[in-house]
């Protein structure tokens, strides 16, 4: 018996939440039908108990706002306009884009909450929406709202760049709702970078002289092919010399000599003692005519630095390499242009996933 | 000996050809036991070489020659020489051989002929940007067969020289001596060495 009630407290801690947030939506749900059938006695009674601060349970913004707006209504029914504005405001000023549908509610009650929307002012943004946008053809959107008529200032910046990146969205006089949207690019024409991006909300109200902002969140990622690399600069070994070096200069004497060195080495050193020395007039022959092959190659390549066989093919390594780049970077603007845009809400400022 | 150490061009084509001629300056100096005889006089002689791939190079060569007897007593000699060479190119400018080579001298009265096999190595350092090369071979002789004598203690060759490049042609000019020491046959020891300067030009043909 003890386990059984023990099991029943562990089930109601559990359901608890929930059944508050059921009360809340149930009670409002009631308070929908007794307006609907003009019993606003009752109507308002209920109301009133979902924004008593000893409500006891849990009451979400939504249903706040939804409370307020229709305590105002309520109230317009019955002829309490100053009490009616009163809540009309209460709900525009936790959510901005709070509206009366003409269809359903009264003359009298519009103009009231009208009248509130003169008296309030607030600027507000929905969440960005999560979706695939081709900047080619598809715009991404974005609705703010003004209570009434002010200069709003909506940009849109990068979050945690330096130096922050950013364009200009809308910069104008707006009352009520407005779409804004935007084809992906910053304002030098580039595809904005993937990142975390804030839309800024500013608004200057042109009734009274007070201003409202705010601020939503999103993250934006590219949907494209990799890019490739460009080929690096060609670096000291991939390119030949083009001019010759002193050391190269003394390098072909010096193979000269020893050639020359060779040939008297092998007659007079490699022959069998007792044959004597073999044909020492050719081997001498050859070593003068390296000598002098070796003299010549030395006094040239001192005069004729350059080699334009080597110019030349530094020249066809070099456009060889730029047609790859070209080439390259004509791939990665097509797949650049191909880019699809990945929008995702954020929650706000910080590492974006 | 000196017409199989004639001057070869690496390859550097899949398959290619070339054609040789040379004519060279041949001293033969021979000591059988009784005092040095010297001998010498040109010989000519023509060279086909195909390259295959990038490293092997196969030769065959002819050649003959009239070696006039510089010394009192000996007979002029004629001599003739034929050669097979298979090479492959170990690195830039490094190559190794092995070849077989028959060689006959003749005189009015008699015929001597030489069988020998080669195995060598032959360096090459390009200089003047590569228009120019400078060898350097040396090959032992492992095996030299003359009829009725024994086989030498001492057999090799070496050589040394230049080529020029030239188009599609090349010219060379090498020195290169051979020396035999044979093993002394009852208190009478024989010395052969050819030396030679030859002067070899080569075209090439294919691609």
Known sequence: MRRLALGLGLAALLVAPATAQNSTAELLQQAHQYYEQVDVERALLLLRQVVSPGWPFEVTAEQRVDAYKYLGAALALRGRADSAVLYFRAALERDAFTDLD??????????????????????AARPVSAGR????????????????????????????????????????????????DWNGLLADGRLAPPGRYELLVAGQSRLRSTWDTTWTYFDLAYDREPLEDTLPAL??????????????????????????????????????????????????????????????????????????????????????????????????????????????????IGSPP | MFVCSAVTTPATAQRRFEAAAFVAAVELRVDPGSGVERFSGPMIGGEALMNVGTRWVFAVRVGDGSLTARTPGGPNRDLGEVSA????????????????????????????????????????????????????????LPVVAVNGLDHPKTAYSVGTGLEYRLGQGTVGIVYSLERYDFPARAMVRRLEQVSALTVRGALRFGR
């Open chain 1, 102 to 123: 003409p269809a359903t509610f009264t003359p009298a009650q519009l103009g009231l909450f009208a009248q509130a929307r003169r008296l309030t002012f607030a600027v």
């Open chain 2, 85 to 140: 060479e298979g090479r492959v190119h170990a690195g830039t400018g490094l190559s190794f051989s092995a070849g077989v080579c028959r060689r006959a001298y003749s005189t009015e009265l008699a015929r001597q002929r030489w069988n020998t096999l080669q195995l060598g190595v032959e360096g090459r350092l390009p200089f003047l940007g590569g228009a120019m090369q400078a060898v350097a071979r040396g090959a032992l």
């Open chain 1, 133 to 180: 946008v081709d900047p080619r053809s598809e715009r991404v959107s974005f609705t703010v709202v003004s209570t009434h008529t002010a200069t709003l200032d909506v940009r849109l910046s990068s979050v945690g760049v330096l130096p922050p990146i950013g364009v200009t969205l809308f910069a104008a006089v707006s009352e009520g709702l407005r779409e804004i």
């Open chain 1, 235 to 348: 670096g000291p070994g991939q390119l030949l010399a083009e001019q010759v070096s002193d050391a190269a200069a003394r390098g072909d004497l010096v193979k000269a000599l020893g050639v020359a060195a060779g040939a008297v080495l092998i007659s007079d050193r490699l022959t069998n003692h007792d044959l004597g020395r073999g044909m020492p007039t050719a081997s001498r022959a050859l070593a003068g005519v390296a000598l002098v092959t070796g003299g010549i190659s030395f006094a040239y390549r001192h005069r004729h630095r350059d080699l334009p066989e080597n110019v030349a093919e530094n020249a066809r390594r070099r456009a060889e390499r730029s047609a790859a780049n070209g080439a390259i970077t004509r791939r990665n603007q097509e797949r650049i242009a191909r880019t699809v845009l990945v929008i995702t809400p954020a929650a706000g």
